[in-house]
């Protein structure tokens, strides 16, 4: 049975969002009827059985160097889609140069799961009518829908009716996006499954099987799930610091799996910072970690981000009280906490009022 959610479109896809999921409701409701895709349905559970196979041949007859390889494909490809197809292409909140473009289409396309151009395609409609007909994932329909459910059976027509609206010209003017999309079916298996099983076999002497089962069948399934948790648990479980009207909250161990997305209540309230989070800590969101590094080195530039001034007006409308505390003197700081602070460098008496 599917969650019992009060939902609320987030009307939002960059800083200046319009309002379109409003004409979702009022436009006629088009005749939907559930069309299961039973290809896609043995696919995924053939993937997720070689998985399982992968996991039991990593405690068994894996190299060492087998596994730290699978976990390296794991964070490539999972940046190719956060740092990437999400915060990059998606929602522009900072931007790349050519070389670090063109590692992050790499990265992308190991991750297999679509091209950057579909991915962001979906990824905008996603965020401008969230939890409505027009979201390809609508948490409202349930975990299993938002997890995998969508994958396995035809699009409602408000996915694609909506979809065809939404301004891609950004992305089609990228040279690499343009690359990727029209040699996809050719880069894909090459490098999201060819490469990734023979490298083990060919430098460090792993069998085919364990090549094949672990860094590249047991690391995309995994990498899948990192991704889907996004859209299910995300949608459903966690806090809502920021707008307790919307289904996105803030989930932890989301954000740990899926490299720093899981603070999903503030990302959906402002989608177009680039850290996807209000703070900057790096355990928590590699993603951002990533970028600052590159932007450090002149690779990534017009990183954005919220004000301190704009989040704390947006928590204290729409919040549900569950936000930490700002700062020094903010009213719910304890008490205990406060006496018992070090402060150095303790300034004059005369200027302690400051």
């Not at 160097?65 to 699978?70: E, Q």
């Not at 089962?213 to 806090?239: C, D, E, K, Q």
């Not at 703070?279 to 990533?290: Q, S, V």
């Not at 590159?294 to 919040?319: M, Y």
Request: contains cysteine; charged residues 20%.
């Amino acid at each position: 049975m599917a969650p019992n959610i009060t939902s609320a479109p987030t009307n939002v896809l960059y800083q200046n969002g319009i309002d379109e999921s409003s004409s979702v409701n009022k436009e006629p409701q088009v005749k939907y009827q559930l069309r299961i895709v039973w290809f896609n349905v043995s696919a995924f559970i053939a993937l997720h059985v070689g998985a399982m196979y992968g996991l039991y041949r990593v405690f068994t007859s894996a190299k060492l160097v087998t596994i730290l390889f699978a976990y390296v494909l794991y964070v490539c490809s999972g940046l190719g889609i956060t740092a990437g197809a999400h915060r990059l292409w998606s929602h522009r909140s900072w931007k790349a140069n050519f070389p670090l473009r063109c590692i992050l289409m790499i990265f992308n396309t190991i991750a297999f799961q679509n091209s950057i151009y579909e991915w962001s395609r979906d990824h905008r409609v996603h965020h401008k009518y969230s939890e409505t007909n027009a979201d390809p994932h609508n948490a409202t329909r349930g975990f299993f829908f938002a997890h995998v459910g969508w994958l396995l059976c035809k699009k409602h027509p408000d996915v694609k009716n909506k979809g065809k609206g939404v301004d891609m010209s950004d992305l089609l003017r990228d040279p690499i996006v343009v690359f990727q999309r029209r040699h996809y079916l050719t880069l894909m298996p090459i490098i999201a499954f060819v490469v990734p099983t023979c490298i083990p076999v060919w430098f460090w002497g792993e069998t085919w099987v364990n090549a094949f089962f672990i860094p590249t069948v047991l690391r995309y399934v995994f990498t899948l799930n990192m991704t889907w948790l996004v859209n299910s648990a995300a949608h459903l479980f966690g806090g809502k610091p920021y707008d307790r009207f919307m289904n996105p909250a803030e989930n932890l161990a989301v954000a740990v799996g899926a490299l720093g997305e899981g603070w999903h209540n503030y990302h959906h309230v402002f989608p177009w910072d680039y850290k996807a989070a209000e703070l900057g800590n790096y355990r928590f969101n590699f993603t951002t970690a990533f970028i600052d590094f590159f932007a450090k080195i002149g690779w990534a530039h017009d990183l954005k981000r919220v004000s301190p001034e704009i989040i704390e007006q947006r928590v204290k409308r729409t919040g549900d009280g569950t936000h930490e505390v700002w700062g020094w003197g903010d009213k719910d700081q304890p008490s205990e906490e406060r006496e018992a602070a070090i402060i150095e460098y303790h300034a004059k008496e005369e200027d302690s009022a400051q």
